[in-house]
């Protein structure tokens, strides 16, 4: 438990630099086995070395054109006035001077001829062929070697097969090539929690997913994947299975162990077995990192947290692993983007957060994501990673800052959802990707306040909100036209839903109403400030005059009815605020406390045509039932325009 | 051998819609084949429906950093002043007020317990732990669900499956998930010439690439390909091909006899079997394209040259292949560049042409290679494919053109070599490669005076010359100093080379030299004009008084030493002029004419550091020894510097 401090801790550029050399030194890039394997199975491998051709294409000369074949001295003089009579042949071996031959195109030119005449231009008289004009020496001939000649380069070395050289090969007189093997990579995941499957999961059990995604990411960059069985956290044995990875592959991936702590042996057993060039690299997510050279080989410890685990491996592993098989590292596809949160980060740690990222009204904007390094669904959900120097504190909102984007990612595509929390959102992109494929939505839960400020920062295309005005009791268009003055919004219905408290099923607490949440044998949960959740709770209890303090758990703040509802089906608190969906969604039980209207701000230029899109998907059967059938949702006006922002009216 | 008409022919675009619109129509856009398969092979792969978690992930409370597990409201008070003490207990069902816990991160929540104090914040005192602090409620917690919860949404339907993706699968519980079927594409070949291996090739017979080709790029675009047996020129043998291929298949692909020629069976033999949407596409090279809808299925025949075939595979295969597998249908990459020669082009036809590309001196320019349907090496040297529109006559050289890039070209670290072709040059990019791995080098062969007018233009980084003055003797200077009197230019020699007369091994016709050309036994083949071959032998026979016209083949240019070797080494030809090492290349005897000089006129920017890079390559002794290799080479003074343009001695 006790902290050990990193043996070499390193900036993220000094270790990729350090990490780069030594590999370098060690030949790694340059002794590269081969194999050989059939052109057939050739796409995308590398050629180990130039590959020159066995035989010329086309192998002979042939015509080019439909007609006959002559010898084109035979035809001089030929004219509309005097044409030339020559004789129609069968081909021989010998040539009889006057004589022609029918040809179609791909034939073999007859011994003595040297020009097509295209059937166009000549006309057929019983045995003879009349032409009216001279044909030029090789005119409409195809001769041997035009493509391709004997012993000439057909693909240099180290390059990727395409299918077209595919076809160059095989017309080349090759059957078989030698391309470079590929890159074997152990994957090793360690540690006395981790399990292999999900079966075998109980509490303070850890899945071992890593292994899988870390395998699937060397498969990706072309690499040949083994992942090996979990490994105790025992020196002994991550020594035996390191030692057994390393005579079997030509990088070994060890997966973690690599921390400072008194149980983290990865570090230690790579420094028995070889040399260790860095132990902890100044990033967040992660600072333990291994990297070291066994036997001539690298082996690299990786963090435990998925998301760590993940970008240490496109820092350290991936472009060692496309140099290695001289495919291209690419330059990573990067974009400046206006960050619209301020995103802290420490002094002296190079920070990388991952965001959605879209083009509202012209300006591309990153919306950050959970920053937890356990946070895989923030990774799936990412269109990119910006980067945080090491050198500030971190961003303020609003500064422009260069992300990178993930290779799927089309930010010009992508939706910024950026509000209220809805299960309706997600079916809401389904839908809208099943009308346009290259569509995208992703959606930033921030409460119904921040989609607003969202909206009127030009943040996000559309924001859901459910905000109740307690002084006429309507909702939403009060605090939109409050905050969003001069803006041109559109605000259009999406769906009445269910409101209440979720209980576990059966209600084992017997739980009645808002009014129990004080009793001292309950335990709440709830849900974060500037979220119309919160702010529905927050409205009850002051009108039944219940003081939030003597709740049980008022503090505990999670960011959407799903987080609420898994807590409650987990026995680990009693009751939460939120949607009937969510508590469906579980199996819990659903006290209801109020219906109220959630609807979509939207902010799109005028031109822009995904509103419509939108209107469209909402007012359609198909989606109206998939929402219902979510549990507590009413549809009936799905789709109906509500209100219209002051400058909107003009712009629409 | 007579010409029937194409039996719909239409313009490209009215092609591809109107194919879209007959598919969709017909379902094949959405009646899609499923499969289950294992979340870890999946990779790549395509989700069939929306996937939801099976578990929640984190499935249980967890600390979140090593420290002590507490009661929050225990710690309530604590200050340096007045420590508070908990008692350390080891874990039991039950919680007793006022015990702590030892926990590491990823520990289970002892019950009772809802806060977690860090390890350095704690002082251990026997079996007491002393704090001076408050701990919030929740501080330190991962709970239950924060992740992804059950029954959410883990990745939405039709979505490629990443890494990360299969992290998340895996941590919501799922094993296997459903995936979209690749389509099954069958390619049949057809063609009474076409044989299936290069040891059946004899003159007239074409070796069957394209079915090979064709199933590459089918997996290229993850469709999974099967080719079908060679089928012969005959309808009813045809038909039952298909028959059998639309059975197991969901597209089948006919290559070729979809031209309009007696012998051309697909379009008739299509149409019997379903509706044959087009028959001919304005489009050069590929005009016979048959596209059909047979059983529901798409059926599309393609034309019989290898370039033509690819062309019209990536116009109407690729995109349906892909939109089928709601796999994105990206945008071509496309550019916009300078053409450095006059395209012309059909009125009416709309035509692609495969260019090399390259920045030079910060003007990105197109040089097109050969346009033969024939040629597989344009495609395989081919930067980009260069469109004219139907609508106009052609390109002008030096107008600026879209260019789509094909898929691997990095133009931007493309270097053109425009000029004399000898065979070090292929060499020369594949030395530079090997000092710089994104480097890439192309050869358009145009002579050298071809290659003075390029580097001229600024259409060329560097350019091959050996052009004898005659009046001194001297090589390259004089010219390059009369056409580039105002351009910063730099000459680098690289090699002494032999030129002679290339004949039969064994030399069967008893060739003395270039006297007995005009022998009426002997035929000959030229080089092109502008040549530095070409420009040799004029030289010589002037000086020898032998008139060219009495020369059998000298009309006959091509553009290589290596092709004029071809037809020597096939027997087509008797002789002609070229270097020792295309001799050497195809065992040719070789009878010396001449050595002479050929040097590379170069043309970068100051700041470039790839003329350095060149000098290095024609300093080095691998490049020396493979060039000298090749045979009548010597390149003693390789990489050393000729001469400087006027404007060049400022700007080096």
């Known amino acids: 438990m006790a902290n050990k401090a990193y043996l070499n801790c390193q900036t993220r550029l000094l270790a990729q630099e350090g990490w780069r050399k030594r590999l370098k030194e060690t030949g790694f890039f340059d002794r590269l086995p081969v194999e050989t394997i059939a052109v057939d199975d050739a796409l995308g491998r590398v050629t180990a070395q130039s590959i020159y051709a066995r035989q010329s294409a086309p192998h002979y000369n042939s015509a080019a054109m439909d007609g006959i074949a002559v010898r084109a001295s035979d035809s001089f003089g030929a004219q509309e006035s005097a044409p030339v009579r020559l004789q129609l042949n069968a081909v021989s071996a010998v040539f009889a001077p006057g004589c022609c031959y029918v040809v179609d195109t791909g034939d073999v030119m007859p011994p003595g001829t040297n020009a097509v005449i295209m059937v166009e231009d000549v006309h057929f008289d019983g045995t003879q062929a009349e032409i009216n004009a001279a044909a030029a020496p090789w005119q409409h001939v195809r001769i041997i070697g035009e493509d391709i000649v004997a012993n000439e380069l057909v693909v240099p070395e180290h390059q990727t097969i395409s299918p077209v050289d595919i076809a160059a090969l095989l017309a080349a007189g090759l059957e078989t090539i030698s391309v470079l093997a590929k890159p074997r990579v152990a994957v090793i995941p360690t540690g006395d929690e981790i399990v292999a499957t999900y079966r075998e999961l109980k509490p303070g059990a850890i899945l071992d997913v890593n292994s899988h995604m870390l395998a699937a990411a060397v498969r990706d960059w072309h690499g040949e994947a083994t992942r090996y069985p979990i490994v105790r ?5 991550l020594e035996k299975a390191v030692g057994e990875a390393l005579a079997a592959n030509d990088i070994v991936v060890v997966n973690a162990g690599t921390s400072a702590g008194t149980e983290d042996f990865t570090a230690t057993v790579l420094g028995r077995l070889g040399e260790v060039l860095t132990h902890g690299v100044a990033i967040k997510p992660g600072k333990p990192v291994v990297l070291a050279i066994c036997q001539g080989k690298p082996v690299i410890g990786l963090p435990g947290y998925p998301v760590s685990a993940m ?11 496309l140099e290695r098989q001289k495919l291209p590292v690419l330059d990573p596809w990067q974009v400046d983007a206006t960050v619209v949160r301020q995103v802290p980060s420490a002094v002296g740690v190079e920070e990388y957060v ?27 959900r990412a269109q990119g990673i910006l980067s945080i120097p090491e050198g500030g504190s971190g961003l303020n909102a609003g500064s422009v800052a260069p992300v990178r984007l993930l290779r799927q990612s089309r930010p010009e595509q992508n939706l910024l959802a950026v509000g209220s929390h809805d299960l309706a959102l997600e079916l809401l992109g389904i839908h809208l990707r099943r009308r346009r494929g290259n569509l995208s939505l992703s959606c930033a839960n921030v409460g119904s306040m921040g989609g607003i400020l969202a909206i009127r920062n030009n943040e996000a295309h559309l924001a859901g909100i459910h905000l109740l005005d307690p002084a006429t009791g309507r909702y939403n268009v009060a605090d939109v036209e409050k905050y969003l003055p001069n ?5 259009i219905h999406l769906a009445m839903r269910q409101q209440g408290l979720l209980v576990a099923s059966g ?11 004080t009793r001292s044998d309950i335990t709440f949960i709830n849900r974060q400030r500037g979220s119309g959740t919160r702010m529905l709770l927050d409205y009850q209890l002051a009108r039944l005059k219940i003081d939030a303090r003597r709740i049980n758990g008022y503090e505990k703040e999670v960011g959407t009815h799903m987080t609420v509802a898994a807590s409650i089906a987990a026995g680990t608190v009693d009751a939460g605020m939120g949607v009937q969906a969510a508590a469906q969604a579980l199996g819990l039980d659903f006290l209801p406390v109020a219906a109220e209207q959630y609807d979509l701000l939207m902010n799109f230029a005028p031109h822009d045509d995904r509103m419509a899109l939108i209107i469209q998907v909402l ?6 039932q998939e929402v219902e059938a979510l549990g507590g949702y009413d549809l009936s006006n799905a789709g109906k325009l509500i209100a219209v922002g002051s400058a909107g009216t003009v712009m629409f």
Not at 233 to 237: E, K, R
């Open 233 to 237: 956290d025992d020196p002994a044995a």
């Open 311 to 321: 970008l240490t491996a496109e820092l350290f592993l991936r472009d060692i692993l």
């Open 507 to 517: 209600n084992p607490r017997q739980i009645q109403g808002l009014d129990c949440l």
């Open 354 to 380: 991952r965001v959605s990222v879209g083009n509202v009204q012209g300006k591309l904007v990153a919306a950050p994501l959970n920053r937890g390094a356990g946070m895989i669904s923030s990774l799936t």
């Open 619 to 624: 007012q359609s059967a198909e989606f109206r």
């Open 487 to 491: 803006v041109a919004w559109r605000m």
